[in-house]
């Protein structure tokens, strides 16, 4: 892959995965590529919500600085 999934995307192929992994139903082999395949897209949605949380404080960070009484 060579584009980083939207957040969406990837949490989408993420319950996919996990569904796939409960059913069950798979060769040893599969589960392991399922499992590392999930491990990627949730390490992918976890710096989406880093970055968004990062960008955030930010934002309340520059309000709460150009917005004090007094200045």
Same mark, same amino acid.
């Given at each position: 892959?060579?584009?980083?999934?939207?957040?969406?995307?990837?949490? #989408? +192929?993420?319950?996919?995965?996990?569904? =796939?992994? &409960? $059913?069950?139903? %798979?060769?040893? #082999? +599969?589960?392991?590529?399922?499992?590392? =395949?999930? &491990? $990627?897209?949730? %390490?992918?949605?976890?710096?989406?919500?880093?970055?968004?949380?990062?960008?955030?404080?930010?934002? %309340?960070?520059?309000?709460?600085?150009?917005?004090?009484?007094?200045?």
């Amino acid at each position: 892959m060579t584009e980083k999934p939207s957040y969406e995307e990837a949490r #989408e +192929e993420l319950v996919e995965v996990v569904r =796939r992994l &409960e $059913a069950g139903g %798979t060769t040893l #082999e +599969e589960s392991l590529a399922l499992w590392e =395949r999930g &491990e $990627a897209l949730a %390490t992918i949605c976890q710096d989406w919500l880093d970055g968004a949380r990062e960008r955030l404080e930010q934002v %309340t960070q520059a309000g709460s600085t150009t917005s004090e009484p007094g200045s």
